[in-house]
Nanobody
Framework: QVQLVESGGGSVQPGGSLRLSCAVF????????MGWFRQAPGKEREGVAV????????VYADSVKGRFTISLDNAKNTVYLQMNSLKPEDTAMYYC???????????????????WGQGTQVTVSS
C-alpha cells in the first residue's frame, strides 16, 4: 500500500521559514520521481519543486527559486521542502506527490504523478 504523509505546515509571518516533510510508505522514495505541489483557494494545483529519481537533479517553479529547497533523506524515506523568505502568496495547501517511474517532461506537470498525500496547510500572514 503506497502512502504519502505530509507534515510541517502551519502559520508564519512574511519572511519566515517552514520545513515540510513527506514520509513515504510502501516503496522507496529515492527510486521514484518525487514532487511538491500547492493549491491556493480558487486556483489550479501547481508544481513547486521536483527531485529526480535517485536523489538527482532538482527543478523549481520560477516563483520559488532561490527560496525553496527540495531534498530527500534515503535513510528516513522522507522528502522535505525547506521554505525560506515566505511570502503571503505562498499561502496554500501543499501536497507531496510521487511518480513510480522516471521523471517525465515537464517535471512540474501534475498529470505525471500517480500518488498523492492528503496535504498540509501553509499560511503566510502578518
Amino acid at each position: 500500500q503506497v502512502q504519502l504523509v505530509e507534515s510541517g505546515g502551519g502559520s508564519v509571518q512574511p519572511g519566515g521559514s517552514l520545513r515540510l516533510s513527506c514520509a513515504v510508505f510502501g516503496y522507496t522514495a529515492i527510486s521514484n520521481c518525487m514532487g511538491w505541489f500547492r493549491q491556493a483557494p480558487g486556483k489550479e494545483r501547481e508544481g513547486v519543486a521536483v527531485i529526480y529519481n535517485g536523489g538527482g537533479p532538482t527543478v523549481y517553479a520560477d516563483s520559488v527559486k532561490g527560496r525553496f529547497t527540495i531534498s530527500l533523506d534515503n535513510a528516513k524515506n522522507t522528502v522535505y521542502l525547506q521554505m525560506n523568505s515566505l511570502k503571503p502568496e505562498d499561502t496554500a495547501m501543499y501536497y507531496c506527490a510521487a511518480r513510480s517511474s522516471l521523471c517525465a517532461y515537464p517535471p512540474l506537470a501534475r498529470s505525471w504523478y500517480t500518488n498523492w498525500g492528503q496535504g498540509t496547510q501553509v499560511t503566510v500572514s502578518s
